[in-house]
Nanobody, 121 residues
């Protein structure tokens, strides 16, 4: 199994910054794409940003130019730097990784437990 543990959420004022981290551990053969999703109360869980193993990044239109996703493959960790935060960024942020536990097991999607980000004055 693969465990994902997020950290870095909290309360921040509009215009502020936060950096989320997500570390993968457990039985890991390989990790392909890693991503951040978010879910606001009463809404669907939406993709925020995704990064491939090779480092190609993709963003939701709502966060382009404000958020930056990065990863450290040696540490099995993905980061989300969030700048110029807005109240509408308030949500629970979830880490996602597509990983294989052994070479002969198909890739599966794993999720973290979520970390709350609240943007409010």
């Amino acid at each position: 199994q693969v465990q994902l543990v997020e950290s870095g959420g909290g309360l921040v004022q509009p215009g502020g910054s936060l950096r989320l981290s997500c570390a993968a551990s457990g039985t890991i053969f390989s990790i392909n794409d890693m991503a951040w999703y978010r879910q606001a109360p009463g809404k669907n869980r939406d993709l925020v940003a995704l990064i491939t193993r090779g480092g190609s990044a993709h963003y939701a239109d709502s966060v382009k130019g404000r958020f930056t996703i990065s990863r450290d493959n040696a540490k099995n960790t993905v980061y989300l730097q969030m700048n110029s935060l807005k109240p509408e960024d308030t949500a629970v942020y979830y880490c996602n990784a597509n990983a294989r536990t052994t070479w002969y097991v198909p890739e599966a999607a794993y999720w973290g437990q979520g970390t709350q980000v609240t943007v409010s004055s």
